[in-house]
């Protein structure tokens, strides 16, 4: 009776454990997959994009002085007379071998720098002067390219040099000079005006 009794705990053991092991073997439902009848599948990458590198503005260029020329009042006879021509260089780095427009997917083929929007250009174009205390009146300052056009900073007619985009860096000449608008008295002149490198 003893081993009678042996036997069938050992069997209801031996049924237990396997029990718990088909317990552990089974899918958890929580997880919330659902089989389908498929035996094979294919993963899809989507949404991915290359983004076009840009040149930027070379270091001395980010924040550059140009110090203007002192000139007399006297050298103005009549409106639209210029004096003080001072040349200077605006420098972009690290310029892609290719540029293509990102929503567009035209190639650009130069680069040149394009003068925005700011509220020191005039009317015509030109930088009025914003110093303060004693300012100059009477005059405004020009930009040029580096063939001596004028450029018009409304719409930047006349904004060359542009080079092409191939090679890393890249120097762009320019000439600022003083411009009279009518009686010309002495006194400070500063001005100022942001850019950007653009593609054409």
């Known amino acids: 009776m003893k081993k009678s009794l042996l036997v069938l705990a050992v069997a209801m053991l031996s049924t237990s454990a396997f029990a718990d092991d088909t317990l552990i073997e089974t899918e958890d439902p929580t ?16 949404d991915g994009r290359i983004i076009q590198s840009t040149c930027k503005i070379a270091t001395d260029s980010v924040n ?30 690290d310029c892609p071998n290719t540029y293509v427009d990102g929503e ?24 009025k002067n914003i110093a303060t205390g ?4 009477g005059v405004e300052l020009q930009l040029l390219n ?7 900073l409304n719409d930047n ?6 080079q092409p985009i191939g090679g890393k ?6 000439v600022a000079r003083y411009v009279s608008t009518g009686n010309v008295y002495a006194g400070k002149f500063e001005t100022n005006v942001p850019f950007t490198v653009q593609y054409k």
Request: aromatic share 6%; charged share 20%; glycine share 10%.
């Open 31 to 46: 997880l919330g997959i659902t089989a389908s009848t498929a035996t094979s599948g294919m993963v899809k990458f989507t």
């Open 64 to 93: 550059k002085v140009v110090q203007l020329k002192s000139v007399q009042s006297n050298e103005f006879k009549t409106v639209g007379d210029v004096a003080g021509s001072v040349e200077f260089v605006l420098k972009v780095a």
């Open 104 to 127: 567009t997917g035209e190639k650009k083929t130069k680069l040149g720098i394009k003068f925005t929007s700011s509220s020191n250009i005039t009317a015509d174009g030109r930088l």
């Open 134 to 137: 004693v300012a100059a009146e």
């Open 146 to 152: 580096s063939g001596n056009g004028v450029i018009n």
């Open 157 to 162: 007619t006349n904004n060359d040099p542009v």
């Open 169 to 174: 860096n890249h120097i762009l000449n320019y």
